[in-house]
């Protein structure tokens, strides 16, 4: 890394810890939390759009479908649902998996013609009623158990940290399904594609409350660290907060979001690491050529649409890990959070503002627009009334401009990509 690197990175450092002096450690591990995650999404949307040039509006439904794996994977099984409904809901599911493959069987051996057409069409009228008739039935069984704190078959009941992997796991299965779908489109329709699938994939999961309790949220999610009461109950970690000059409440919570710090840090590093030696690898080269020339690239026997798929797998199975992560750093489900207009052009920016094509900008960027994300809104209020300290306390002017503080956050994104698009075009870090 270069000096000027170091001293960017430095900067973000120094905005977090003048964070922790003037508001409180909570909010600047809170902001330094998010920011790690914010980094990894970065790098997800980076290797797609940085090292192939894959235009990816889709990221929110990667995220949330990280989320929804916890659930699967962490959440405790609830029995009652299972018994009432459970395994035909699996059984329905098969029977779907299997039409599928049924049909692409009996398209392949059909004839080409209005036969083929009668047929398929038959096949999959009569398949669907079929698997509606036992879906339905299973759904409104599951449902209808306990709906105010269950209502949903739970989880397995593993480890939450086996999460993020499978986190990772269905969002590459999700973009694999999708890259053979849409990956032959153009740039500006594979945008409205997968944005398009995006938007599905949220939207299943706030209607199917069978699946993850829809918009009722799932809540009191397992953890990967102690619980803030348990370490306040226990008197050995009293006597050592007390020592440092510490409540045992503020310290139990600067514990429990410093061990989360370390997780997030160690999964960050890793993303990286990895990210850098694929970038420095042949494979990464070929990415680049891929992205700057596709018939050029075509033209000396790469297969242009197989590697755009590799890498949408890679960089959204990426944002699924980074999506598992943050749903367990919440401790709950919300899919009615997952915004992807909103929240897509957040990370975005991150990409942009950071450097296109570089790993390290990526994270850069992560940091800083998730700092400014957050403090928008309370230093716009400063500033604010600060500007109106000396007009009249019924001025309709002071009560509008502190009335606006509510928008301080998409205008200062706005401010700031304009800046840096006008005064370093390729990010504060450019791809090398």
Not at 384 to 394: F, K, N, Q, S
Request: proline share 4%; charged share 10%; glycine share 12%.
């Amino acid at each position: 890394m270069k000096t000027r690197d170091l001293i960017l990175f430095a900067f973000v450092a120094g905005l977090i810890v003048l964070t922790g002096f003037l508001q409180s450690w909570n909010t600047a591990l809170k902001i330094l939390n998010m920011g790690m995650i914010s980094a990894i999404m970065a790098v997800g949307v980076n290797i797609q759009w940085g090292f192939a040039g894959l235009f990816n509006v889709g990221t929110m439904g990667f995220v949330a479908l990280g989320g929804l794996a916890v659930v699967i994977t962490s959440a405790t099984p609830v029995p009652a649902a299972w018994d009432a409904g459970g395994p035909k809901v699996v059984f329905a599911l098969l029977l779907a998996v299997a039409m599928i493959v049924g049909a692409v069987m009996l398209w392949r051996r059909v004839p080409v013609g209005r036969v083929r057409a009668g047929v398929m069409a038959a096949y999959a009228i009569a398949g669907f009623f079929i698997y509606r008739a036992l879906f339905d039935s299973a759904v409104q069984a599951i449902e209808a158990v306990d709906p105010s704190t269950a209502g949903y078959l739970g989880g397995l009941g593993l480890p939450v940290l086996l999460s993020w992997p499978v986190g990772g796991l269905l969002a590459a299965a999700a973009a694999w399904v999708i890259g053979k779908t849409a990956l032959g489109l153009r740039s500006d329709y594979l945008a409205i594609a997968t944005l398009g699938i995006s938007e599905i994939v949220i939207s299943i999961l706030k209607n199917e409350d069978w699946l993850n309790r829809g918009v009722k949220n799932v809540i009191g999610l397992p953890r990967p660290v102690p619980y803030e009461i348990d370490l306040q109950q226990s008197v050995g970690f009293a006597e050592r907060a007390a020592a440092i000059g510490l409540d045992p409440v503020t310290a139990s919570t600067l514990f429990v979001k410093l061990c989360y710090s370390a997780l997030f840090g160690i999964v960050l590093a890793l993303i990286l690491w990895g990210a850098q030696m694929a970038l420095k690898s042949p494979w990464g080269r070929m990415m680049r050529a891929i992205r700057d020339n596709e018939v050029a690239a075509s033209a000396m026997g790469k297969d242009v649409t197989y590697r755009h798929l590799q890498v949408f797998v890679i960089g959204s199975a990426i944002c699924g890990l980074a999506g598992a992560m943050m749903t367990t750093l919440d401790g709950q489900l919300t899919p009615t959070s997952y915004q992807p207009l909103r929240f897509t052009f957040l990370i975005w920016v991150m990409v942009i503002v950071g450097g296109s094509g570089n790993n390290f900008g990526a994270v850069l960027g992560g940091f800083l627009i998730w700092f400014f994300w957050v403090q928008a809104e309370p230093l716009g209020k400063l500033a604010m009334e600060t500007l109106t300290a000396g007009m009249a306390g019924d001025s309709p002017l002071r009560a509008h401009l502190i009335d606006s503080v509510a928008y301080m956050r998409l205008l200062s994104m706005g401010v700031i990509l304009l800046l840096v698009l006008r005064f370093s075009p390729r990010g504060l870090i450019p791809e090398r």
